[in-house]
């Protein structure tokens, strides 16, 4: 099968009216937002041309999307969810806020892991959450230690405290590990705090490496998860996803506002029921050219621009480049937009350790990949 990342052109995407597409002049190539270059996977085209036909185009009801999601996880990860486990939610992002409010109040403190996604910091503090930052280690892996301390000192008031994780991280395409998460269980079990973490990219990680389900781990009974096909199969213009509390949470999530139930969209949850039933195939193809993405963006960048530091993402198809070395402000993407006509998306945004970072969106066609690095070279000549 054709990778989809090389079934559209150029002419093509500047057809599209979302916001990745309309958000610049058109001489600027966007690889920026998280959407995909690429055409929605046949099954979910089918469900969707389907239901718009039908005129199905009301209030969402039921548990077509969480029995969906629940073949998924056991398919592919070996992880067993029931439905009496979840809430629909209208997107992961507005999933977090709500399961927030559920287990921390106004003032409560809220730990996250910079540099992390921006929209972590604008939901927290408009919530009136205090954002506790314990940073990524300079492998951009997890630090239990300071996590350890970090938890300590937010509990010490007697406040709630709630840890808001990425998993896998955006980002650094981090995909954290076994050892990694059992640390944060045994961590968060000992000090009271409650885990909240976002799996948007879950079904995003690339061969050799292994995505872990938090809930699916011992320890984790008084946890929640959040995920979605959006990021996968580039649906987050048809909005839903999937809250998720573990064992001992569940009475918790049963107090969640029946309304949040009426904010997804019914052709979200169609489509994306769709791609986790049947989009299986298309999301092997798509990330076979992800992990040919990522590695030719390391050899374009070697050759053009071997100042840049690049790690393999593990996951996502994210891209996190450490630009300090050529010189630049601390906004790099600023150099790139306004003398290469790239738009990438600044590193300071995503908190402590993006000062003279970007992050670029690979999931683009190999040709538009290589004109935005030869582009970006010439930016800094």
């Given at each position: 099968?054709?990778s989809?990342?090389?079934?559209?052109?150029?002419d093509?995407?500047?057809?599209?009216?979302?916001?990745?597409?309309?958000?610049?002049?058109?001489?600027?190539?966007?690889?920026?937002v998280?959407?995909?270059?690429?055409?929605?996977?046949?099954?979910?085209?089918?469900?969707?041309?389907?239901?718009?036909?039908?005129?199905?185009?009301?209030?969402?009801?039921?548990?077509?999307?969480?029995?969906?999601?629940?073949?998924?996880?056991?398919?592919?990860w070996?992880?067993?969810?029931?439905?009496?486990q979840?809430?629909?939610?209208?997107?992961?992002?507005?999933?977090?806020?709500?399961?927030?409010r559920?287990?921390?109040?106004?003032?409560?403190?809220?730990?996250?892991?910079?540099?992390?996604?921006?929209?972590?910091?604008?939901?927290?503090?408009?919530m009136?959450?205090?954002?506790?930052?314990?940073?990524?280690?300079?492998?951009?892996?997890?630090d239990?230690?300071?996590?350890?301390?970090?938890?300590?000192?937010?509990?010490?008031?007697?406040?709630?405290v709630?840890?808001?994780?990425?998993?896998?991280?955006?980002?650094?395409?981090?995909?954290?590990?076994?050892e990694?998460?059992?640390a944060?269980a045994?961590?968060?079990?000992?000090?009271?705090?409650?885990?909240?973490?976002?799996?948007?990219?879950?079904?995003l990680?690339y061969?050799?490496?292994?995505?872990?389900?938090?809930?699916?781990?011992?320890?984790?009974?008084?946890?929640?998860?959040?995920l979605?096909?959006?990021?996968?199969?580039?649906?987050?213009?048809?909005k839903?996803?999937?809250?998720v509390?573990?064992?001992?949470a569940?009475?918790?999530l049963?107090?969640?506002?029946?309304e949040?139930?009426?904010?997804?969209s019914?052709?979200?949850?169609?489509?994306?029921?769709?791609?986790?039933?049947?989009?299986?195939?298309?999301?092997?193809?798509?990330?076979?050219?992800l992990?040919?993405?990522?590695?030719?963006?390391?050899?374009?960048?070697a050759d053009?621009?071997?100042?840049?530091?690049?790690?393999?993402?593990?996951g996502?198809y994210?891209?996190?480049l450490?630009?300090r070395?050529?010189?630049?402000?601390?906004?790099?993407?600023?150099?790139?937009?306004?003398?290469?006509?790239?738009?990438?998306?600044p590193?300071?945004d995503?908190?402590?350790?993006?000062?003279g970072?970007?992050?670029l969106?690979?999931?683009t066609?190999p040709d538009?990949?290589?004109?935005?690095?030869?582009?970006?070279a010439?930016?800094?000549?």
């Amino acid at each position: 099968m054709t990778s989809p990342l090389q079934r559209l052109s150029l002419d093509d995407l500047r057809r599209r009216t979302s916001e990745k597409w309309r958000r610049y002049p058109s001489d600027v190539l966007p690889l920026w937002v998280a959407e995909m270059d690429v055409p929605l996977a046949e099954p979910v085209v089918r469900a969707l041309t389907e239901a718009i036909a039908l005129g199905d185009t009301g209030y969402p009801t039921g548990t077509t999307y969480a029995d969906a999601l629940a073949g998924f996880a056991r398919d592919r990860w070996g992880w067993t969810l029931e439905s009496a486990q979840t809430r629909l939610v209208p997107d992961v992002m507005m999933g977090i806020v709500e399961v927030l409010r559920l287990v921390t109040g106004h003032g409560d403190a809220v730990v996250i892991n910079p540099p992390v996604y921006p929209p972590f910091y604008q939901f927290l503090t408009s919530m009136g959450r205090r954002v506790v930052e314990v940073p990524l280690d300079d492998r951009h892996r997890l630090d239990p230690d300071a996590l350890d301390r970090a938890f300590e000192r937010a509990v010490a008031g007697g406040r709630r405290v709630a840890y808001l994780l990425c998993s896998p991280h955006n980002p650094t395409g981090t995909v954290h590990t076994r050892e990694e998460l059992s640390a944060v269980a045994d961590l968060t079990e000992r000090h009271g705090v409650r885990v909240v973490v976002d799996e948007i990219h879950a079904p995003l990680v690339y061969a050799g490496k292994t995505f872990l389900p938090y809930l699916s781990l011992p320890g984790t009974g008084r946890g929640f998860s959040l995920l979605s096909a959006s990021k996968a199969w580039n649906l987050a213009g048809v909005k839903a996803a999937v809250a998720v509390a573990g064992a001992d949470a569940v009475a918790d999530l049963d107090r969640m506002p029946p309304e949040v139930g009426d904010g997804p969209s019914h052709l979200g949850v169609i489509g994306h029921s769709a791609a986790l039933r049947a989009g299986g195939p298309w999301l092997d193809s798509l990330l076979a050219g992800l992990d040919g993405n990522r590695r030719l963006l390391g050899e374009l960048l070697a050759d053009q621009l071997p100042q840049v530091r690049y790690r393999l993402p593990e996951g996502t198809y994210l891209a996190w480049l450490d630009c300090r070395a050529l010189g630049l402000p601390d906004d790099p993407a600023r150099v790139f937009l306004e003398r290469g006509r790239v738009a990438l998306l600044p590193g300071p945004d995503f908190g402590p350790g993006g000062e003279g970072h970007v992050r670029l969106n690979l999931a683009t066609s190999p040709d538009l990949l290589a004109e935005a690095v030869r582009r970006m070279a010439a930016a800094v000549r």
